[in-house]
T-cell receptor, first 115, second 111 residues
């Protein structure tokens, strides 16, 4: 069975600085999707970024980028120029392309942003 | 506007009662999911459905039941067999190979 691990329960960053959130996963599959979701205090889950395993290029969305290391099964999220609105819970998630309807989440990392 | 609607936002249940959480989507999505969120445990999958009249158990299905009679609707019933139902429940849906979209959640409390 696939698992997703986020080893950092909490992280903090100064406004305008850069922070990296870690995620590792375990799978025997070769093709799959990886996601980072943000959950602000409103508790609405918002997609931040997605990566397809067969694509070697790391995904980027404005200030958000990932470092996808397939062999190491690592999928970290880098937030550049951090803003106060980035403060939230961040969840890493895995979805198989073989069992395409099971979406598995890590336990989350709470990010605090200080002015 | 298209989206996923969960209701109610807050729900209180007496011990021994069954309660049903509603999830409706007008996005024409095929797959729908129910997750439970507890502090420090992320999102755990309860049930998911790929098509109408078909659904599969997730990792923590005991004490829960679902139905999928319409594409737009995927209600979750929390039965009296669920011993610790107090949690935040999230519904999501997905079309084909897109990412999942989430509702705003229901907070269930046992009183």
């Amino acid at each position: 069975a696939q698992t997703v691990t986020q080893s950092q329960p909490e992280m903090s960053v100064q406004e305008a600085e850069t922070v990296t959130l870690s995620c590792t996963y375990d799978t025997s599959e070769s093709d799959y999707y990886l996601f980072w979701y943000k959950q602000p205090p409103s508790r609405q889950m918002i997609l931040v970024i997605r990566q397809e395993a067969y694509k070697q290029q790391n995904a980027t969305e404005n200030r958000f980028s990932v470092n996808f290391q397939k062999a190491a099964k690592s999928f970290s999220l880098k937030i550049s120029d951090s803003q106060l609105g980035d403060a939230a819970m961040y969840f890493c998630a895995y979805r198989s392309k073989e069992n395409t309807d099971k979406l598995i989440f890590g336990t989350g990392t709470r990010l605090q942003v200080f002015p | 506007d298209g989206g996923i609607t969960q209701s109610p936002k807050y729900l209180f249940r007496k011990e021994g009662q069954n309660v049903t959480l509603s999830c409706e989507q007008n996005l024409n999505h095929d797959a729908m999911y129910w997750y439970r969120q507890d502090p420090g445990q992320g999102l755990r999958l309860i049930y998911y459905s790929q098509i109408v009249n078909d659904f599969q158990k997730g990792d923590i299905a005991e004490g829960y039941s679902v139905s999928r009679e319409k594409k737009e609707s995927f209600p979750l019933t929390v039965t009296s067999a669920q011993k610790n139902p107090t949690a935040f429940y999230l519904c999501a849906s997905r079309f084909s190979n897109t990412e999942a979209f989430f509702g705003q959640g229901t907070r269930l409390t046992v009183v």
